[in-house]
């Protein structure tokens, strides 16, 4: 180019993409809306963590009621224990009146601890969809 020679305008150029063309996905729906809509998405969802929960909680009573109702069970099978002292006291004192809620206990520290893990796991699979 010389100086004193007007230029020519340079030409504009509009650069696309090859996928321009492309069929367009479907915009993002977090799962979470699936949920709050109620759609049949949700619907799974939400009946896949019910069932992991009502799983786990008929494990936890199941547990429970073969324990504490094994004791009656074992005292009749077993007189021998039934009439069993210890400290003092009649074994099947000891065992139905003391024993038995630290089991509770642990019973439902553990059915806490497991339903808050399955609500964790839940949030999981919902955050990485």
Known sequence: ??????????????????????????PYRPATREIDEQTDL??????SLLRSQLRLALSVLAA???LLGGLPLLFAVAPSVADAHLFGLPLPWL??????????????????????RNEAEFADVLERR
């Open 1 to 26: 180019m010389s100086q004193g020679t007007p230029s020519e305008p340079a030409r504009r150029v509009r650069v696309t993409s090859p996928l321009m063309g492309a069929a367009r996905r479907e």
């Open 42 to 47: 949700g619907e799974v969802y939400m009946r």
């Open 64 to 66: 429970l009621s073969v």
């Open 95 to 116: 065992l139905l009146g003391v024993l038995v809620y630290p089991m509770l206990w642990l019973a439902a520290r553990f059915y806490v601890r497991q339903a808050e």
